[in-house]
């Protein structure tokens, strides 16, 4: 909706409630809020030099508003997709959310030790330790032509038994039952 430009507010300036506005504060105009006029006149908007404060508590069309006390969300197309709080950044609604799609990825992900991957709810989870990751809760499904190389090759005990017998620093082997990487 186009914004109106009033200078002076008369009985025939006709600005309704959802007519949209931008308020713009100090000589240099460094702070704005923009938004309808129902939500400046029921407070819904504050604004300062240095932060915007959103009161609204419903779902906007496109925006900002506050679902729950200290957590912000926010909405596209009227639909609450993200929420994050002092500790958590999250979809609004479980598997509500995808981290990307398949044009636009990211790029890296960084975390920290004792980092946790939960996949549903802790049905499986991949746990980072010191130079170890613990897969818990499931089984690791391997590609079938590798597994089957994998089972057919020699098992070594340790990473240097795997140096010996041509096993690359990376590579896969097997000791015993498990599948290994070596590292040295």
Do not use: C
């Not at 000791?175 to 040295?184: A, E, H």
């Amino acid at each position: 909706m186009p914004r109106k430009q009033i200078t002076q507010f008369t009985a025939a300036s006709a600005i309704a409630l959802t007519d949209r506005f931008l308020l713009q504060q100090g000589a240099t105009g460094t702070a704005f809020t923009y938004g309808t006029v129902t939500q400046l006149l029921n407070g819904g908007l504050a604004s300062t030099y240095s932060s915007v404060t959103v009161n609204g508590s419903t779902v906007p069309a496109n925006g900002i508003y506050l679902p729950a006390s200290n957590t912000l969300g926010f909405a596209v197309n009227s639909t609450a997709e993200m929420q994050m709080t002092g500790t958590a950044l999250s979809p609004a609604t479980s598997d509500g959310l995808a981290l990307g799609t398949t044009a636009l990825m990211w790029s890296d992900m960084f975390l920290a030790s004792g980092a946790v991957v939960n996949f549903n709810n802790g049905d499986m989870t991949i746990t980072h330790g010191s130079n170890v990751l613990t897969i818990a809760g499931g089984s690791l499904a391997v590609e079938t032509m590798l597994m089957a190389s994998l089972a057919a090759g020699a098992s070594y005990d340790d990473d240097a038994a795997a140096a010996s017998g041509g096993i690359a620093i990376g590579q896969i082997y097997r000791n015993g039952n498990f599948l290994m990487v070596r590292l040295t």
